[in-house]
């Protein structure tokens, strides 16, 4: 047989080719593909999942943490992941305890670390936090929390309610400092119902439960019966209260302003200072610094000025002698 067309062997010889060039292709790449995913899948971690759990991590025998949560999804014995956990953390050397709860928390065990996310609520004997999310690291006896942060708990040696909503804190609930940053805010309610409460605001704030101190600094906006108290920043003596010692201190550009009732109608009496000090169970301010008193056109200034809290008298200190300058009454 002759064959005539050359030109149609040499096309259906390079197709054949061409095809077969392809389909090797294809199934070295398949097996490659499928060693690669073998690889993978022998260096990929293994969970161990376990529905409504009791967890329990020992250190020397004794229980360190405890949790019941309603799963655990484990990496090996280092990362646990918790969900809606509900748990206890002891201090072995003195008998503490630090009990939390969240939506989900992560564990690290070497690291010993405990991170809370969601609805967050963490307490000691002192004192309650609530976050959204709270990062516990065990060792450090340190508390990291963030957004929508809250204390609430009663000072020891006073019993004064104390309320602090902030956006971060970093607390030591065994040293019982905490700090306070960002828009803080709070109330301070006495034991004593009678003897009223105080609101207060900062950019931070430090509070000492042990020491019943609390420092605020920047911005600082005190409200106290019917005085409204600014300045630079402020510390809190709780402990101080009933005693002849200072209750609070506030430092830098003070200003006092107070709405008072006078035959002529409600006015504004205001002072400036560049300090002040304030006394609980005298209920009276002492301001110092270059200080002056002015209400409508009546301006008072003196080396030291003493308010004295729902009297309209004021005290006036100079170099040379004590005064008491009491409010003209406005002809009618």
């Known amino acids: 047989m002759k064959i005539r067309d050359i030109k149609s062997i040499i096309i259906i010889s390079t197709y054949l080719l061409v095809n077969g060039l392809i389909l090797t292709a294809s199934y070295s790449q398949k097996s490659e593909t499928s060693s690669n995913a073998g690889k993978a899948s022998q260096l990929a971690p293994e969970y161990t999942v376990i529905e409504k759990l009791d967890y329990f991590h020992l250190k020397e025998g004794l229980p360190q943490m405890s949790l019941a949560a309603l799963s655990m999804r484990s990496q090996g014995q280092e990362i646990a992941d918790f969900e809606e ?34 609805k967050v609520e963490f307490s000691s004997e002192e004192a ?15 508390v990291l929390g963030s957004g929508n942060v809250k204390f609430e708990g009663d000072d020891l040696k006073t019993k004064d309610h104390l309320v602090i909503l902030a956006e971060k804190m970093r607390a030591k609930p065994e040293a019982q400092i905490t700090t306070f940053k960002g ?24 509070l000492q439960g042990a020491k019943s101190l609390a420092n605020l600094r920047g911005d600082v906006v005190m409200n106290r019966h019917a005085y409204l108290i600014t ?7 709780l402990e101080n209260y009933n005693k002849s010692l200072k209750y609070f201190v506030l430092n830098d ?22 300090r002040l000090e304030g006394f609980g169970r005298e209920q009276k301010m002492i301001l110092s610094g270059a200080p002056r008193v002015e209400m409508g056109e009546d301006v008072i200034k003196g080396y030291r000025i003493t308010i004295r809290e729902n009297v309209d008298l004021i005290e006036v200190d100079d170099a040379m002698s004590d005064v008491q300058v009491k409010r003209k009454k406005l002809k009618e």
């Open 128 to 142: 309650t936090y609530f976050a959204d999310k709270v990062k516990y690291f065990f060792k450090k006896d340190l």
């Open 253 to 274: 550009d003070v200003k006092v302003t107070e709405r008072m009732q006078t035959p002529e109608g409600v006015q504004e009496r205001k002072a400036f200072a560049g």
């Open 183 to 206: 828009q803080v805010r709070g109330t301070l309610e006495r034991k004593k119902k009678y003897e009223g409460r105080m609101t207060f605001s900062s950019h931070e704030m430090e």
């Open 85 to 118: 956990p509900r748990g206890v953390y002891n201090y072995q050397k003195k008998n503490k305890t630090i009990r939390y709860s969240a939506d989900s928390a992560l564990y690290q065990k070497k690291k010993e670390t405990l991170s809370l996310d969601g």
């Open 231 to 237: 300045a630079g920043k402020a510390d809190m003596y």
